[in-house]
């Protein structure tokens, strides 16, 4: 019975996964479809798929997500912002699971950083130049409310509101780390001084 079972399991995620994922354009114009289509694209070529399928399967998630997104904030005004987030938080589990078919979890990262332009590796490794004394402990939290932030950047309408959250985190930590002790305009002025030096080394 066991065996059985499994085999109708293993049966049912061979057909989700070689199933073609349809682009859900309707209400969309055809400019902004084309525009989503090379944004989901971009992000796909960074993950090495080999299987044409597959990497089809991926895009249209994404670009899907980015439909679902841009339809969910068109509806609500400024004064409806409980009702958006709720209900943007309804559905922001989903692209991860349907990713999940396809991808490992480095790649679901991976397409994470891509829809939030990187912020994540980038303001971690700057933080990790401008103090290099942090403790793990200190960098396992900075790492993780980057993290955070990342989850609410994806569901933003735009930049503007994938950078506002980042920034945001960024405050968070920054007065973190100052109630540790760590001054951190002396922090900066001496990672400054470490990248100008390191400019006056190079041939």
Not at 67 to 78: C, G, Q, R, V
Not at 97 to 118: F, H, N, R
Request: aromatic residues 10%; contains cysteine.
């Amino acid at each position: 019975m066991k065996k059985v079972l499994c085999a109708a399991i293993l049966s049912l995620l061979s057909l989700n996964i070689s199933a073609q994922i349809t682009l859900n354009t309707e209400g969309q114009e055809p400019q902004y479809v084309e525009t989503i289509k090379g944004r989901a694209q971009k992000i796909v070529d960074g993950l090495g798929l080999t299987d044409a399928a597959k990497s089809e399967n991926v895009r249209n998630i994404i670009a899907n997500r980015y439909f679902l997104l841009n339809d969910i904030h068109s509806k609500y005004d400024k004064g409806q912002q409980a009702e958006r987030d709720a209900e943007l938080y309804k559905h922001h589990f989903e692209l991860v699971s349907a990713l999940a078919l396809y991808l490992t979890d480095e790649q679901i990262d991976a397409v994470k950083d891509g829809m939030t332009y990187g912020r994540l590796k980038r303001d971690y490794q700057a933080q990790l130049d401008m103090i290099p004394t942090l403790t793990d402990f200190e960098k396992q939290q900075v790492l993780a409310w980057l993290k955070e932030a990342r989850e609410y950047a994806m569901d933003a309408a735009d930049s503007k509101g994938k950078h506002f959250w980042f920034d945001k985190y960024r405050g968070r930590t920054n007065n973190w780390l100052s109630a540790r002790g760590y001054d951190l305009k002396k922090e900066r002025d001496n990672w400054m001084k470490r990248i100008e030096e390191q400019k006056v080394k190079q041939p």
